[in-house]
C-alpha cells in the first residue's frame, strides 16, 4: 500500500474482502451512471465557484441549482480552494493518507453529496463519525487552531431539486479520539495488505447487499461463502469445500453429475439394471414419514403496529407488492388477466421466503439416560505478568499521546481504572456491562418520540440510528460511565451503529474472529 483514503478506510471497516478484492487485487469496478453525474455536478459547481460560470441548462444544471443558496458567491472562491487535493504526511496514519475538498472556506469544510432520497442523508452523530468527515478536519486541524466545522452539502437528484446539509463541529479532543481509531485501522489495513489469499481475509455477509448488491458477491460464494443465498454453492471452485449437507440444491446437483450422466469415460462397464423388486416397490407406495414441519412464514423487515413481523398470509397486497419489488421477485399474472392479483403475489413472496430461509426442523425426542459425569481436566492458563499489563497499558498511552499531539489537543493521562476496553462479540471474565443494557433505555425513549410501536419499525432503518444518536449525546454529555468493560454482541440490530460511536472511545479494542 502506497497510500490510503477516507473511501478505503469505509470499504475496510464494512468488509475487509471487498476491500481486498477492490485495492489488492485490482477489482475495481467501472463508475455507475449515478457516480458520473455526480461528477458532472461537481465540475458545475467548481466552474461556477472559481470562474463565475452560470450553471448549465441541462439536467445536472437544474439538480444543482438549489444548492446554490448554501454556498459563496459565483466567482468568489480561488481554485486552491476547490477540489483541493491534500496528502497527510505518514508520520500521521503510518502512511500517506490522500483527499480531496469539495469546498475549502475559512470556518468550513464543505463535501458535496449527491442522493436519489434524503432518506440517506448522514445525521450529525453518524456524520462526527464518519472518517472522511474526521480525516479532512484531522488534516485542517494541522494548520489551523480551535474547533473544526465539517458539513455535507446534499444534492437531490431525483423529483423536485432540493438540498439539505449536516454540519458538525470537531473539537481538538475529538480529533485525537478519531485519530486514535483511524490509525488502528490504517494499521490493519497494512497488515491485510500483506495477506497473499483473499480467503485469509475477513467478510461481513451483512455488506452483501449493499448499494444494490457487492459486485464480488460470486467471487466470495468461489471461496465458499454463502454471499448468494442458498445457490452459492453453485459457484464454489474450491475441491477441498464440503458439501453443505442441510442444502438441498447443493445435494441435487451433486447427484446429477453432467460429466458422468452424458459422457462417461472410455471403457466404464454400463451398470445393469436389477430386476424389480415387488416388495419394494409396494414400499415405495407408503407415505413418506414426515420430518420437517411447516412454518409461519413472516416477511423479512416488514412489521404490523404491535412491531411483529407481518405473516405472509396476512400480508396486505400493497405490503407483497412493495417486497416483491425490493427483492425483485418475478410475479407473472394469471392465464387470461393483465396483472397479478393478490394470491400471485402471495405465492410468489411465500416461495421466495420459503427459498431464502430454510424450514424449520422438528426436534427429535429427548433421550434420557443416566451417567455420571466425569470432571473435565483443569487447564491452567497463565495469568499475565505485571510487566504484560503495563507494557500493554504503555502502549495505548503512547498511541493516545501521539494522536493527541498531532491534532494539538491536551493528553489526558488515565489510570488503569479509567481505561476503556469495547469486546466485540465476546466476553472477559470479571464485571461487564453490556452494550444492550446501555441501550435499552435509550430504545425506549425513541419509540416513545416517533410514536412507533419499536425502533426497528421507524420507516427506512433510522431506528438505530436514532438510538447511536442518543447514546452519543449522553456519552458526550458524560451520562455514560466510559470506562471498564464492554460487551457489544453484534447481532443486535441496534449494535452496529452503536459501537461505531463507542470505538471513538475505546482505550482498547477486543474482536471474537
Known amino acids: 500500500m502506497k497510500h490510503v483514503s477516507a473511501s478505503q478506510v469505509k470499504a475496510f471497516r464494512r468488509c475487509r474482502s471487498r476491500w481486498y478484492h477492490e485495492k489488492i487485487d485490482g477489482h475495481v469496478e467501472p463508475p455507475s451512471e449515478a457516480m458520473k453525474r455526480g461528477t458532472r455536478i461537481h465540475a458545475a459547481l467548481e466552474a461556477y465557484l472559481v470562474d463565475g460560470t452560470p450553471l448549465p441548462d441541462d439536467a445536472e444544471g437544474r439538480i444543482a441549482r438549489p444548492a446554490l443558496t448554501r454556498l459563496p458567491p459565483a466567482g468568489s472562491v480561488p481554485r486552491d480552494q476547490v477540489e483541493s487535493r491534500f496528502e497527510t504526511p505518514a508520520e500521521v496514519y503510518?502512511?500517506?493518507f490522500v483527499g480531496v475538498i469539495d469546498l475549502l472556506e475559512p470556518d468550513t469544510i464543505t463535501d458535496h453529496k449527491t442522493t436519489s432520497d434524503f432518506k440517506y442523508t448522514k445525521t450529525d452523530e453518524e456524520l462526527r463519525a464518519d472518517p472522511q468527515a474526521q480525516a479532512y478536519a484531522i488534516?485542517?486541524?494541522?494548520?489551523?487552531?480551535?474547533?473544526?466545522?465539517?458539513?455535507?452539502?446534499?444534492i437531490r437528484t431525483t423529483g423536485a431539486p432540493q438540498s439539505r446539509e449536516t454540519v458538525v463541529d470537531f473539537s481538538r479532543d475529538d480529533l485525537a479520539h478519531a485519530l486514535t481509531r483511524l490509525r488502528a485501522t490504517v494499521a490493519s489495513m497494512v497488515e491485510t495488505a500483506q495477506v497473499d489469499d483473499v480467503a485469509d481475509v475477513g467478510h461481513n455477509l451483512e455488506a452483501c447487499g449493499d448499494y444494490g448488491?457487492?459486485?464480488h458477491r460470486a467471487r466470495c460464494a468461489s471461496l465458499g461463502r454463502h454471499t448468494l443465498g442458498v445457490i452459492s454453492t453453485l459457484f464454489s471452485n474450491r475441491k477441498d469445500q464440503p458439501m453443505d449437507t442441510n442444502d438441498p440444491l447443493a445435494a441435487m446437483l451433486a447427484a446429477r453429475n453432467p460429466a458422468e450422466a452424458i459422457n462417461p469415460p472410455d471403457g466404464t462397464p454400463e451398470m445393469q439394471t436389477p430386476e424389480p423388486d415387488p416388495q419394494q416397490e409396494l414400499d415405495d407406495l407408503e407415505p413418506e414419514k414426515v420430518t420437517r414441519k411447516r412454518r409461519a412464514m413472516r416477511l423479512p423487515d416488514v412489521y404490523d403496529e404491535d412491531g411483529v413481523a407481518v405473516l405472509v398470509s396476512r400480508a396486505s397486497k400493497p405490503q407483497l407488492i412493495e417486497f416483491a419489488?425490493?427483492?425483485?421477485?418475478?410475479?407473472?399474472a394469471p392465464e387470461g388477466r393483465s396483472k397479478p392479483g393478490i394470491r400471485e403475489y402471495r405465492s410468489a413472496v411465500e416461495s421466495f421466503v420459503a427459498f431464502v430461509e430454510p424450514e424449520e426442523a422438528i426436534e427429535p425426542e429427548p433421550v434420557v439416560e443416566t451417567w455420571t459425569e466425569t470432571p473435565a481436566p483443569v487447564v491452567a492458563t497463565p495469568s499475565p505478568t505485571a510487566a504484560d499489563v503495563m507494557a500493554k497499558l504503555e502502549a495505548v498511552d503512547e498511541f493516545t499521546r501521539e494522536a493527541a499531539r498531532i491534532?494539538?489537543?491536551?493528553?489526558k493521562t488515565k489510570t488503569n481504572g479509567d481505561l476503556l476496553t469495547v469486546y466485540l462479540n465476546c466476553c472477559p471474565?470479571?464485571?461487564?456491562?453490556?452494550?444492550?443494557?446501555?441501550l435499552a433505555?435509550?430504545?425506549?425513549?425513541?419509540e416513545k418520540e416517533s410514536g412507533a410501536p419499536h425502533y426497528l419499525a421507524?420507516?427506512?432503518s433510522q431506528g438505530p440510528k436514532r438510538v447511536a444518536g442518543v447514546f452519543a449525546h449522553q456519552i458526550r454529555s458524560g451520562l455514560v460511565e466510559m470506562s471498564g468493560a464492554i460487551v457489544a454482541d453484534l447481532r443486535l440490530p441496534a449494535s452496529e451503529a452503536a459501537v461505531e460511536v463507542l470505538l471513538q472511545y475505546a482505550d482498547d479494542v477486543v474482536r471474537r474472529f
Open 94 to 96: 503510518g502512511i500517506p
Open 139 to 154: 488534516e485542517r486541524a494541522r494548520t489551523v487552531a480551535g474547533p473544526i466545522r465539517f458539513r455535507h452539502l446534499y
Open 213 to 215: 448488491g457487492c459486485p
Open 325 to 332: 419489488t425490493v427483492n425483485k421477485i418475478l410475479v407473472e
Open 407 to 411: 491534532v494539538g489537543a491536551t493528553p
Open 429 to 438: 471474565r470479571g464485571p461487564v456491562t453490556y452494550l444492550e443494557e446501555l
Open 441 to 446: 433505555p435509550i430504545a425506549r425513549e425513541v
Open 458 to 460: 421507524i420507516p427506512y
